[in-house]
C-alpha cells in the first residue's frame, strides 16, 4: 500500500482544513487508517483513527470535537476534516495504515504541512 497525503496549508486560527490521503493497493479496506502529526521538537502523535470494519474511529482528546476522520472505499481515500484550528494544531501530519487500532504501523504517507497562523 502507498499512501498520498495532500490538502495541507496556511490558515488563520479558526479556520478549516480537510486533509486527503489517497491509497494504492486493493487491500485499502482491510486496513485500519490512521492521522498522526509531528510538530516541531515534539514526537509523533496519534491524532485519529478509523477501522476498516464498522467504521468506528478514535480521536485524540486535544481534536475531540473538532477534528472528524472518514473514509471512502470505492475511492481507497481517507480523509481528516479539521475544524476551528487552533494554533497549537500546527504539524506535518502524516497518513498512516495498520492491521488494527492496536498494532504496529506497516505503511506510512508522505506528510503534508499545516500551519495554523495567530
Known amino acids: 500500500v502507498q499512501l498520498q497525503a495532500s490538502g495541507g496549508g496556511l490558515v488563520q486560527a479558526g479556520g478549516s482544513l480537510r486533509l486527503s490521503c489517497a491509497a494504492s493497493?486493493?487491500?485499502?479496506?482491510?486496513?485500519?487508517m490512521d492521522w498522526y502529526r509531528q510538530a516541531p521538537g515534539k514526537e509523533h502523535e496519534l491524532v485519529a483513527a478509523?477501522?476498516?470494519?464498522?467504521?468506528?474511529?478514535y480521536y485524540a482528546n486535544p481534536v475531540k470535537g473538532r477534528f472528524t476522520i472518514s473514509r471512502d472505499n470505492a475511492k481507497n481515500t481517507v480523509y481528516l476534516q479539521m475544524n476551528s484550528l487552533k494554533p497549537e494544531d500546527t504539524a506535518v501530519y502524516y497518513c498512516?495504515?495498520?492491521?488494527?487500532?492496536?498494532?504496529?504501523?506497516?505503511?506510512w504517507g508522505q506528510g503534508t504541512q499545516v500551519t495554523v497562523s495567530s
Open positions: 493497493g486493493r487491500t485499502f479496506s482491510t486496513y485500519v
Open positions: 498512516a495504515a495498520g492491521r488494527t487500532m492496536t498494532s504496529a504501523i506497516e505503511y
Open positions: 478509523i477501522s476498516a470494519s464498522d467504521g468506528s474511529t
